[in-house]
């Protein structure tokens, strides 16, 4: 029986089949979600702006705060008593996904945004992760 589960989230639907999907297939687990905000440069898009943030983490958390929003949301639509935590992780999305793996018993990540730039200049993060992830990874569609 699965116990901890890691959703890795964005602003994306693939994202919120991803929780929907933790949340019906492990009801009594304990459920992470986890929003990385890529390092600032010229290849993350949004996070460019982050550079010129005076306080990062907080910029950080003002970026990440829609997406646990629409978390919880999704927590109280699917009326189950899952123990919904969040994180914030800044850096290299695929990486930061990995290293948090350690911690749970499994991951369910969804497909990817679906943006032609998110798979030329990000690459596929749902793909790194199911090849380098400790535990087993569930790719949702």
């Known amino acids: 029986m699965v116990s901890r589960v890691l959703v890795p989230m964005e602003d994306s639907e693939m ?8 949340l019906e297939v492990y009801p009594n687990a304990e459920i992470t979600v986890l929003h990385v905000v890529g390092e600032p440069s010229q290849m993350w898009g ?9 306080d990062l983490e907080q910029a950080a ?3 990440a705060k829609p997406i646990f929003d629409r ?3 999704i927590v109280a639509d699917a009326d189950g008593d899952a123990e919904l935590e969040t994180h914030i992780e800044l850096g ?28 030329v200049f990000v690459g596929n993060v749902a793909e790194k992760v199911v090849r380098s992830a400790p535990v087993p ?3 949702v569609r």
């Open 92 to 119: 290299n999305p695929a990486r930061a996904i990995i290293n948090r793996a350690n911690d749970y018993e499994t991951v369910v990540i969804g497909t990817h945004s679906g943006s032609v730039a998110d798979l």
């Open 61 to 63: 958390a003002e970026h």
């Open 46 to 54: 949004y996070a460019t702006g982050l550079a010129l943030a005076d």
């Open 137 to 139: 990874v569930v790719v």
């Open 15 to 22: 994202s919120d089949r991803a929780l929907e999907y933790a």
């Open 71 to 73: 978390a919880r949301e």
